[in-house]
């Protein structure tokens, strides 16, 4: 977000573009990367000068296209309670959010066994994410290697997880476990 924030230009290209393809079909904006209250009013702000001048111009859109934030960062997990008043959702970007939270880049190989994208430090940063956005009342989801865990599936059910974005080939296998869930 700090890229588009200081290049506003850019920015302004990309929201016009996927507020004229919400015409078309279901598309949402999530603003990436994000660490602080000001920035998500800052992107809500450009994003509404986007609509002012489709409005004056005559241009289709959703009005009603949503709005939310990738929880990756530390900082984002703290103030989860305030984000969660400037989104109408959440969705936890896990890769980063590990590499970020245990301070490990997770592709370097000399690392590899420092990180553990299962670590109790960001299970829990996830559980906050999850209680902060229930308490506003706005969705999220699971979105990284971690939402086609199996593993982690019964974790993720238990704290109200409402979304996982996963690969195709997990779809399936997911479904199913989850069904197996519901029914015990």
Same mark, same amino acid.
């Given at each position: 977000?700090?890229? &588009? ?13 996927? &507020? ?20 998500? /009013? !800052? &992107? ?21 296209? !949503? ?25 936890? $970007? ?14 370097? $190989?000399?690392?590899? /066994? ?12 996830? /559980? ?8 506003? $009342? ?8 971690? $939402? ?26 997911? /479904?199913?476990?989850?069904?197996? !869930?519901?029914?015990?």
């Amino acid at each position: 977000i700090r890229f &588009c924030l200081n290049r506003p230009d850019v920015f302004r290209t990309q929201l016009r573009a996927i &507020c004229r393809a919400s015409a078309y079909g279901k598309a949402a904006v999530m603003f990436p990367m994000v660490t602080s209250v000001w920035e998500v /009013r !800052e &992107c809500r702000r450009l994003l509404q000068e986007v609509r002012t001048e489709l409005d004056s111009q005559g241009i289709p859109y959703d009005t009603e296209m !949503e709005t939310g934030i990738m929880i990756e960062t530390p900082s984002a997990v703290l103030m989860a309670e305030e984000l969660a008043e400037e989104a109408d959702f959440f969705s936890i $970007g896990t890769n980063d959010l590990a590499q970020y939270i245990l301070a490990c880049d997770r592709q370097t $190989g000399e690392m590899e /066994r420092f990180f553990d994208p299962k670590h109790p430090a960001v299970l829990k940063a996830i /559980r906050m994410t999850a209680e902060a956005s229930h308490r506003a $009342g706005i969705k999220v989801g699971i979105c990284g290697e971690l $939402g086609a865990d199996p593993e982690l599936l019964a974790y993720f059910l238990e704290i109200g997880i409402d979304e996982l974005s996963v690969i195709p080939s997990a779809v399936l296998p997911l /479904r199913a476990m989850i069904r197996q !869930e519901q029914l015990r």
